[in-house]
């Protein structure tokens, strides 16, 4: 057997869980029940839905503010029709969705956009006419509202703007029946004072439906638990806290992005900014809050983030694993192994809870309860390249070669360039006699800059 220098032996570490850092394929012949809705039109794989809108304005309503009220009202109407086709999906079917729900999910799912806005006059009276367009690509829709079914916090989300949005739209309409109402008075103090209210009235709600505009942007950069452009989402969500300073959704989503980037104490800031806008959504932002103390390093304050976010949602197994991070590395061993465990029983196909708990078993010296740990993890989630590599370790430890150079090649195949399980991996093949998948190893490793072991190799006439 030939021998090579000890390599680096490492194990990856438990995996904290950004709550709403905060999910089959189904492949069908998508069909419109009965007649198209009005402005539908379909041709191959995108289905097309359009709406126009004619928005009068005058008084105390400025052509911008009504601008942004119709284009809202336009992009809704034709959501809406939008809505209507995916009603017929089996997926939206099955799901029971209320109205509310099936628009989120239409406006996750599709791209909304202005086609045409023009001014008219009519008499006189001065408006705009806004033509908006859904375009929806049938080819992957399904497989998509499945996905979104599935991440509920982000279902929300989505779901949460549309409300906000309806809400505007409502005030806004408010306001134009007083904005009409006020039109032909003149002369009065309070009349004046009356026609300035409304008139700051819609300029904020203006200002608040575009703010939505730029979060709903920021949502449609989210992809499978994370922002896709995390810094093309701050921009957005950059622009809607600077029209909407009150707008805790946004905050929350900006502390996301910026724990994306690693700027975790941006995140606190932005978690605790959402927190005292919003009480009502605590267990939301105090989870949040705590990961962000997690990976900051604070396990205490982490611990009494996720302990108060779990007395308003005592059974979400994120939180719980957080938590359970968190205890571990403050030397409670039994907790964290307590919140795994919890995590689990709660939701038994949740793989970083299997994983993590793996981790703390084999810490305990508990090598085959871990080793089933990660087995459990990685047949929920097989995209998990710490539970391989894990597993790989184990797998060696216990003498099982082949396992444990499986394992250590489906890592790379996730993760290409890590050194340190590329000369794993070749002192395997070293101990098994292997010389050329060794040296092959070693040479990547050391184009990596780790070449100690490839010129030990070569001394010893093993590789050229």
């Not at 964290?336 to 810490?363: C, E, H, M, T």
């Not at 998990?384 to 195949?413: E, I, K």
Request: net charge negative; hydrophobic share 40%.
């Amino acid at each position: 057997m030939r021998t090579s220098p000890p390599g680096p032996a490492r194990f990856h570490y438990p995996l904290s869980i950004p709550l709403c850092f905060c999910l089959g394929t189904l492949l069908a012949a998508l069909l419109v029940a009965g007649p198209a809705p009005p402005g539908w039109c379909g041709q191959g794989a995108v289905k097309t839905f359009t709406s126009t809108l004619r928005q009068p304005f005058g008084g105390s309503q400025s052509p911008d503010d009504a601008r942004t009220a119709a284009i809202t009202r336009a992009k809704r109407m034709a959501l809406e029709q939008a809505g209507t086709y995916m009603e017929s999906l089996s997926v939206v079917r099955d799901a029971a969705l209320d109205q509310e729900e099936i628009l989120a999910v239409t406006a996750g799912v599709s791209k909304v956009e202005v086609l045409e806005e023009r001014k008219y006059l009519e008499g006189d009276q001065f408006g705009l006419e806004i033509t908006a367009r859904v375009t929806v690509d049938t080819t992957v829709l399904e497989e998509r509202v499945a996905k979104l079914l599935e991440d509920r916090a982000h279902l929300e989300e989505l779901q949460a703007a549309q409300v906000r949005e309806k809400e505007l739209l409502a005030r806004v309409e408010a306001l134009e029946q007083e904005n009409e109402s006020l039109a032909d008075k003149v002369g009065s103090v309070r009349t004046q004072a009356g026609k300035e209210t409304v008139q700051h009235g819609f300029r904020t709600a203006s200002m608040q439906l575009t703010a939505v505009d730029h979060f709903q942007a920021a949502l449609r950069l989210w992809r499978d638990g994370s922002f896709s452009d995390p810094r093309q989402a701050l921009e957005a969500l950059d622009r809607a806290l600077f029209l909407d300073p009150e707008y805790a959704e946004a905050f929350n989503n900006r502390g996301i992005a910026h724990g994306q980037l690693g700027r975790f104490r941006n995140a606190v800031a932005d978690f605790t900014a959402a927190l005292r806008l919003d009480p009502g959504r605590s267990g939301v932002y105090l989870a949040n809050l705590g990961y962000a103390h997690l990976r900051l390093g604070d396990h205490e304050q982490a611990v009494a983030d996720c302990t108060q976010a779990l007395r308003t949602s005592p059974d979400n197994p994120m939180t719980l694993c957080n938590r359970g991070l968190a205890l571990w590395e403050l030397g409670q061993v039994e907790a964290a192994l307590k919140d795994f465990d919890s995590a689990i029983r709660i939701r038994p196909d949740y793989a970083q809870a299997w994983f993590n708990r793996g981790f703390v078993l084999d810490r305990l010296g508990q090598t085959r309860k871990a080793l089933a740990d990660y087995t459990r993890s990685l047949s929920l989630n097989d995209r998990l390249p710490q539970a391989w590599f894990n597993h790989g370790m184990l797998s060696l430890r216990l003498g099982n070669l082949d396992v444990a150079v499986s394992d250590f090649s489906t890592y790379l195949d996730l993760v290409p360039d890590d050194v340190d399980a590329l000369l794993m991996r070749g002192r395997i093949f070293a101990s098994q006699g292997y010389d050329r998948q060794m040296c092959v190893d070693y040479a990547a490793a050391c184009r990596l800059g780790f070449c100690k072991n490839l010129h030990h190799a070569r001394t010893e006439g093993a590789c050229r």
